[in-house]
């Protein structure tokens, strides 16, 4: 099947799948599997225009909401941090765009860009999970696992079915200066200006890259403000929905200036990985809880780090 916008021929069942089983491990993450994806297009299927961009940030908007409502419907969303960070990503975001269309429209630099982005990010995460000092976060987690456990086996002997809960996120503050919830018993305080600052960085990058602004905040919120990963997934999600569609009709709308180059996104190739990672990112969202938190941060560390290290040696070759 040719896709005219992107130039290249794949068969329709191909995008699909490539999306749901990528989805289906990093939503775990609260990241949507976009980062993935683009390196997919780029080098497997040989899209390569600034095109590609919004292209996956038009997956990111079909795909996200089926994880969102996962982690609204369990009460694992904390929209104070949601807003923070749309807040601080979309104005980065759009700005991220224009320099991807004005200064890395080449394949070889723009590769460049993302695999030092994408290396930076994941050394981070990789030095955070190897330190040995105890962590609120770290018990937290344990504690959640602990009662996941418990209740898969009640549900499984059916006692005392329904009769137990698995912890919800409470909202205690929210201002100009902070962000404040509980999670099972621990409270975690969030800097929002901190969160605010960050997110319009981070957005710039993702802008870039084609990926929202929120996946890439998803790391930082384990690594540098120690957030237990199953509390912020969603809203790190939530955030890469919003910021995506933003960038993708800001690409579209750039696109009339520009007509010798394809910037626009194909939407239909996009429609068909966005259907495949609305399937995977469902079923991640509702296995997340099962999955060990150590499993989950070692999973994106692997992610990150395999398309980066690929992008910086194939720039120097």
């Known amino acids: 099947m040719y896709f005219p916008s992107a130039g290249i021929n794949v068969s329709p069942w191909l995008p699909p799948l490539v999306a749901f089983i990528i989805s289906f491990f990093t939503s775990m993450g609260g990241v949507s599997g976009a980062f993935l994806l683009l390196p997919f297009q780029v080098t497997v299927l040989g899209f390569t225009s600034p095109a590609v961009s919004a292209t996956n940030q038009l997956f990111n908007i079909i795909a996200i909401p089926s994880g969102v409502y996962r982690y609204i419907k369990e009460g694992r969303m904390i929209w104070p941090l949601t807003w923070v960070v749309i807040i601080g990503t979309l104005p980065g975001v759009l700005l991220g765009a224009i320099i991807r269309i004005r200064y890395l429209p080449n394949p070889k630099n723009f590769s460049l860009f993302a695999g030092l982005l994408l290396f930076y990010i994941g050394s981070r995460l990789m030095c955070d999970l190897l330190n040995k000092r105890q962590r609120k976060n770290v ?19 059916r006692q005392s079915a329904g009769h137990q809960t698995l912890p919800r996120v409470a909202v205690k503050e929210c201002s100009l200066t902070h962000v404040r919830y509980d ?134 070759r």
Do not use: N
């Open 139 to 157: 018990s937290t987690e344990e504690e959640f696992q602990a009662l996941v456990s418990r209740y898969r086996k009640e549900q499984q002997h």
């Open 183 to 316: 999670f099972y018993g621990q409270a975690f305080d969030i800097p929002t200006l901190g969160v605010t600052a960050l997110s319009f960085v981070v957005g710039i990058a993702g802008g870039v890259y084609g990926i929202g602004g929120g996946a890439i905040m998803a790391p930082f919120f384990v690594s540098f403000f120690e957030l237990p990963v199953y509390t912020v997934a969603g809203a790190a999600l939530m955030g890469t929905f919003v910021t995506s569609v933003a960038g993708v009709a800001f690409y579209q709308f750039l696109a009339p200036y520009y007509p010798r180059m394809a910037i626009a996104p194909d939407w239909l190739l996009g429609f068909l990985f966005g259907i495949g990672g609305f399937a995977g990112m469902y079923c991640g969202a509702r296995l997340q809880k099962f999955m060990p938190s150590r499993g989950i941060k070692c999973l994106l560390i692997f992610c990150i780090l395999f398309p980066a290290l690929k992008y910086i040696l194939g720039f120097f």
